[in-house]
């Protein structure tokens, strides 16, 4: 029983567009929402958070917007650059400290 | 500074093989998370330590699975009698104070193979 699910394995996007990658959960439960960032051969890397007391959080070009009624996140880049090329991972916590992790799904930015 | 290292980044193990993964996370950070990350998954949450402390180790998916962070610094994750379902890449975080919204930072991974 999938608790977070990421149902894109892959998006492409033409450089300078924006970016959409989206997140699905379950559980009421979580009270705060990650994304992190992963080149291959590499451990991911924290992008940008939101706590579900806030239905968005923005850090220079990446937006990420939480819809709790529909248990619904979705990160947004503007404008997309090469360098955004990489597994996108949505991952959701509570006070326990453990994170749920999606499946991710591979952003590809075509020049 | 340095970030989280893991060593060896590569494992190639015989079934029934015991083996031994390390994990160094970023100095003075208090906990230390262990992760496995099937092919095409994301990473799945193992064990969590706040110093030398294990505080959970509800993840890890057998008896043949230990962990290990003896001085609160370096970890060790050890696998007995490796099986195939065991390959995988294992990953090691740490953070800073631990909380439940604190950054996490990962390092590199070890990829198990089980042959």
């Known amino acids: 029983d999938q608790q977070v699910k990421q149902n894109s394995p892959s998006l492409s996007v033409q450089e300078g567009r924006i970016s959409i990658l989206n997140c699905d959960y379950t559980?009421?439960?979580?009270?705060?929402f990650l994304w992190y960032k992963k080149y291959p051969a590499e451990g991911p890397t924290f992008l940008i958070s939101?706590?579900?007391i806030k239905d968005k959080n923005e850090d220079g070009r990446f937006t990420v917007f939480l819809n709790k009624s529909a248990k619904h996140l979705s990160l947004h880049i503007v404008p997309s650059q090469p360098g955004d090329s990489a597994v996108y991972f949505c991952?959701?916590?509570?006070?326990?400290?453990?994170?749920?992790w999606g499946a991710g799904t591979k952003l590809i930015i075509k020049p | 500074g340095a970030g989280v290292s893991q060593s060896p980044r590569y494992k190639v193990a015989k079934r029934g093989q015991d083996v031994a993964l390390r994990c160094d996370p970023i100095s003075g950070h208090v906990s230390l998370f262990w992760y496995q990350q099937a092919l095409g998954q994301g990473p799945e949450f193992l064990t969590y330590f706040q110093n030398e402390a294990q505080l959970d180790k509800s993840g890890l998916p057998s008896d043949r699975f230990f962990a290990e962070r003896p001085e609160g610094s370096v970890s060790t994750l050890k696998i007995q009698r490796t099986q195939q379902e065991d390959s995988a890449v294992y990953l090691c975080a740490s953070s800073f104070r631990g909380g439940p919204t604190d950054t996490q930072y990962f390092g590199p991974g070890t990829r198990l193979t089980v042959l």
């Open positions: 991952a959701a916590g509570n006070s326990n400290y453990q994170l749920i």
């Open positions: 559980n009421s439960m979580f009270d705060y």
């Open positions: 939101i706590s579900s």
